[in-house]
């Protein structure tokens, strides 16, 4: 989902990355205002797994690979502004560090991987444990990693049609196909992981989230 210089159009990356901008502002400031000092180390040790995690790569059907993700896993425990915060330092970092995707269009892979990531994984899983309690967590948890991952890859997908690099008929069942896959690690990861930390250290389950 790491999208490369020269794939989208100056005018959708362009857009995109005054929009990721924009809400990383919004997102740095709520997390200033609303988390105190003592929640720092748990945003640097949760974007310090994010970051590592998604270095292991798994293989999927046809020769491709996945790896996760986590911005379901971030917002689930920090609550999706923070976790908007979180995910943009990772993907900013391996953009710099590794050459995963462009720098120009890192707004546009920030936008696809951490707020769309963040908020869907969010939404989804508060939608479910509302609806049906505390005892649904972990199906919570799979289901709002693999939207989440879904929702990324349909924007991608969306965005390189806008930028007429491919027909829709084209690149949304492929992306879309390949990420159904990749969406069921991503969603056995989180629901892991977040049993893993709820058993280990139940407080950060219960942080607050911003």
């Known amino acids: 989902m790491h999208i490369p210089d020269g794939y989208l159009s100056p005018p959708v990356w362009a857009a995109l990355d005054v929009a990721a901008i924009g809400v990383v502002a919004y997102s740095a400031r709520a997390v200033k205002k609303r988390l105190g000092d003592e929640h720092i180390p748990a945003l640097a040790v949760l974007g310090a797994f994010i970051f590592a995690a998604q270095m292991v790569q798994f293989p999927v059907a046809g020769g491709t690979s996945g ?22 330092v990772v993907v900013a970092l ?67 049609v806008m930028s007429g690099v491919a ?6 069942p492929a992306m879309l196909g390949v990420h159904a896959v990749i969406g069921i690690g991503e969603g056995l990861i989180t629901a892991a992981a977040l049993a893993a930390i709820a058993s280990i250290r139940p407080e950060l389950v219960r942080m607050e989230r911003v």
């Open 94 to 160: 391996q953009c710099l560090l590794f050459r995963d995707g462009g720098i120009m269009v890192l707004g546009a892979n920030i936008f696809n991987m951490g707020i769309i990531g963040a908020l869907v994984g969010h939404g989804v899983y508060r939608a479910i444990t509302r609806l049906i309690g505390e005892r649904a967590r972990p199906a919570a948890a799979f289901l709002a990693g693999w939207c989440s991952l879904m929702l990324g890859a349909l924007a991608t997908a969306l965005q390189l």
């Open 167 to 172: 027909s829709a008929i084209v690149v949304l």
């Open 67 to 88: 790896h996760f993700m986590g911005g379901a896993l971030a917002a689930i425990l920090l609550g999706p502004r923070a976790a908007m915060l979180v995910m943009a």
